[in-house]
């Protein structure tokens, strides 16, 4: 194990040194593996000689944009969640000096459990199991938007302005920070957003990235933990299903298509419900009206779209970042295309 190479991102000696003094139970030689398909915070599995094992999470290499990538953000988070009985990952130790690693970071449990992110580890779960798995994703979705923010110590994150009005900013100015080209979808797009705002009538917490492989599942289907807090939020109830259906659409595309987000088509395996479904459900379980979800997978989309381009501008400027994360351009335009047409369809038909 000590003859390991440390990847990059990780200064094993003193990322050791701070470590063993912090938690004493773990025995060095430390071995560190980069782990996730996030193109975004760096995760990494932490091992050691004993057998223990848990997880790191830092900011991405070289340049990063303002406010983006808040470690002790999302320490803060999962540290209220987990005191709510929230399924959140325990968090172990939070690092706010860069000279120990080169940036802020910190360790949380490891949660055993599988996450879907094949087509393989998905038919490890019976199609029974995959079914559970949608609902399961439901049930914790509603669990989540039902937590006490003052009681979680959160509280400070609700806003007076809606969601939508933030985000929409927000992400408008991330795009203009990030973009590689021009895109006048993005922009045409961002002006019907802003257009056709719905009002926001409740206001619960959000996780800003809900989706099928930021969770962890039992072999009977049952969500273990929730991960990836960086974007989290508050608002309106529907951006967390919108994120949700519209990564699942995504997670069911064909393989090889231009501008595919991800490798292969995982909810299309037989037992996963339809996006379509997954609202419906969601529907059903929550009482809540979903006239408002075309807007929200809109804003899923064009949100997404975003992202990706920021991912794609991080490796252009340092390709550690992310191994495919130079192949994920084409999908820009197809995901604004997406949210350019979802403003215009019945969410309980879209499809990708």
Excluded at 99 to 124: N, S
Excluded at 302 to 324: C, F, M, Q, T
């Amino acid at each position: 194990m000590s003859g390991d190479p440390a990847p990059r991102g990780i200064d094993l000696p003193r990322l050791t040194q701070w470590l063993a003094a912090r938690l004493p139970e773990l025995e060095p030689p430390l071995r560190f593996t980069r782990v996730g398909e996030g193109q975004s915070n760096l995760t990494f599995r932490v091992d050691d000689a004993a057998g223990h094992t848990m997880v790191l999470r830092r900011p991405p290499l070289g340049e990063i944009l303002a406010s983006a990538h808040d470690m002790e953000r999302e320490h803060r988070v999962l540290c209220g969640l987990a005191s709510a009985g929230a399924r959140v990952p325990r968090t172990l130790a939070f690092c706010d000096n860069p000279a120990v690693t080169g940036a802020p970071f910190y360790v949380m449990e490891h949660v055993d459990g599988l996450i879907v992110t094949t087509v393989e580890t998905a038919e490890r779960l019976s199609r029974e199991a995959r079914a559970a798995a949608a609902r399961s994703l439901v049930q914790t979705l509603q669990e989540l938007q039902t937590v006490d923010l003052d009681a979680a110590g959160l509280g400070d994150f609700k806003r007076p302005e809606s969601l939508a009005s933030r985000q929409l900013r927000r992400w408008t100015r991330q795009w203009h920070a990030s973009k590689t080209e021009e895109r006048p979808v993005i922009e045409e797009t961002a002006e019907l957003l802003g257009e056709r705002m719905p009002e926001e009538r409740e206001s619960v917490l959000v996780h800003g990235d809900y989706r099928l492989d930021n969770a962890v599942l039992s072999e009977q289907g049952d969500v273990r933990a929730v991960l990836d807090w960086e974007l989290c939020t508050v608002g309106d109830p529907l951006a967390d299903v919108g994120l949700l259906v519209a990564y699942w659409n995504e997670l069911g595309a064909a393989a090889g298509q231009t501008g595919a987000l991800f490798r292969e088509p995982v909810t299309a395996v037989a037992g996963f419900p339809t996006g379509a479904e997954l609202a419906a459900a969601y529907a059903c379980a929550s009482g809540r009206d979903l006239a408002e979800l075309g807007y929200w997978i809109a804003f899923a989309y064009w949100k997404v779209a975003i992202i990706v381009e920021g991912v794609y501008r991080r490796w252009l400027n340092d390709p550690g970042n992310g191994s495919g994360a130079g192949e994920l351009q084409p999908a820009v335009p197809r995901l604004a295309g997406l949210a350019r047409a979802a403003l215009d369809i019945d969410p309980l038909t879209v499809t990708t």
